[in-house]
C-alpha cells in the first residue's frame, strides 16, 4: 500500500513536549504512523500523512496533543479523487451534508 499524503505541509498536528509524558498511547492510536518516540518525547514524524482524525490528541492524557480538523480532511482527498481533482475541503460550513469539517 503507497503512503498516504493529504494537503502537504498544513496539517495542524503539534506536540508540547513540555507536557508530553512519553507513554506512547498517541502513537498505539494513530492510524497512520505519523508519530514516533524520540528521546522519551512523542514528535511528529510525517507531518502530511496526519488526516487530522484527531484519535491522537483525544487519548493523550497529559494534553501534549493538539489538532485543528479540518485542513488534511480524509473527505477532502476522497472527493478529489472521485472528481479527479487536487483535494478540496469545503470547510465553509455553509452546506453540512457535505462540507467534512
Same mark, same amino acid.
Given at each position: 500500500?503507497?503512503?498516504?499524503?493529504?494537503?502537504?505541509?498544513?496539517?495542524?498536528?503539534?506536540?508540547?513536549?513540555?507536557? $508530553?509524558?512519553? $507513554?506512547?498511547?498517541?502513537?498505539?492510536?494513530?492510524?497512520?504512523?505519523?508519530?514516533?518516540? %524520540?528521546?522519551?518525547?512523542?514528535?511528529?514524524?510525517?507531518?502530511?500523512?496526519?488526516?487530522?482524525?484527531?484519535?491522537? %490528541?483525544?487519548?493523550?492524557?497529559?494534553?501534549?496533543?493538539?489538532?485543528? %480538523?479540518?485542513?488534511?480532511c480524509a473527505q477532502a482527498v476522497i472527493r478529489g479523487a472521485v472528481k479527479g481533482s487536487e483535494p478540496a475541503c469545503g470547510c465553509s460550513?455553509?452546506?453540512?451534508?457535505?462540507?467534512?469539517?
Open positions: 500500500m503507497s503512503r498516504l499524503v493529504y494537503l502537504k505541509g498544513v496539517s495542524s498536528i503539534a506536540i508540547d513536549a513540555g507536557k $508530553c509524558t512519553g $507513554c506512547g498511547l498517541c502513537l498505539e492510536v494513530c492510524p497512520h504512523a505519523v508519530l514516533e518516540l %524520540a528521546g522519551g518525547k512523542a514528535r511528529v514524524a510525517d507531518l502530511d500523512a496526519c488526516m487530522e482524525c484527531g484519535a491522537c %490528541a483525544k487519548n493523550c492524557p497529559s494534553c501534549a496533543v493538539s489538532v485543528a %480538523a479540518g485542513v488534511g460550513g455553509t452546506h453540512p451534508d457535505t462540507d467534512c469539517c
